[in-house]
Nanobody, 126 residues
Framework: QRQLVESGGGLVQPGGSLRLSCAASGVLLGSFTMGWFRQAPGKEREGISCITYSGDITYYKESEKGRFTTSRDNAKRTVYLQMNSLKPEDTAVYYC???????????????????WGQGTQVTVSS
């Protein structure tokens, strides 16, 4: 069974840090292109970053560049999202997703249709 499981969310004060993890089950899923997304209350889901199996990374939002870092450990079939200097506007449910296409990062809205995690809540508040 192909499955993605996120973890690492929680409540953090502004300026704090969290590291989200996304573990993929199944050998094939672990070799896919992986994306991080988030959805804040009342807002549409948005793409944060995308990382290919070879480690090429694309960030989609200027506001996250320099604060968020995406990485992956292929041996562990796990993708990470390190989030620093968190702001209240970062509050959202964070999701990881997988796509078999190595070029999925080129058009994040076109791909990432089939494999999604359950999401992990991140709340930034004092």
């Amino acid at each position: 069974q192909r499955q993605l499981v996120e973890s690492g969310g929680g409540l953090v004060q502004p300026g704090g840090s969290l590291r989200l993890s996304c573990a993929a089950s199944g050998v094939l899923l672990g070799s896919f292109t992986m994306g991080w997304f988030r959805q804040a209350p009342g807002k549409e889901r948005e793409g944060i970053s995308c990382i290919t199996y070879s480690g090429d990374i694309t960030y989609y939002k200027e506001s996250e560049k320099g604060r968020f870092t995406t990485s992956r450990d292929n041996a562990k079939r796990t993708v990470y999202l390190q989030m620093n200097s968190l702001k209240p506007e970062d509050t959202a449910v964070y999701y990881c997703a997988a796509d078999p296409n190595p070029r999925a990062c080129v058009s994040i809205d076109k791909f990432f249709r089939s494999y999604w995690g359950q999401g992990t809540q991140v709340t930034v508040s004092s």
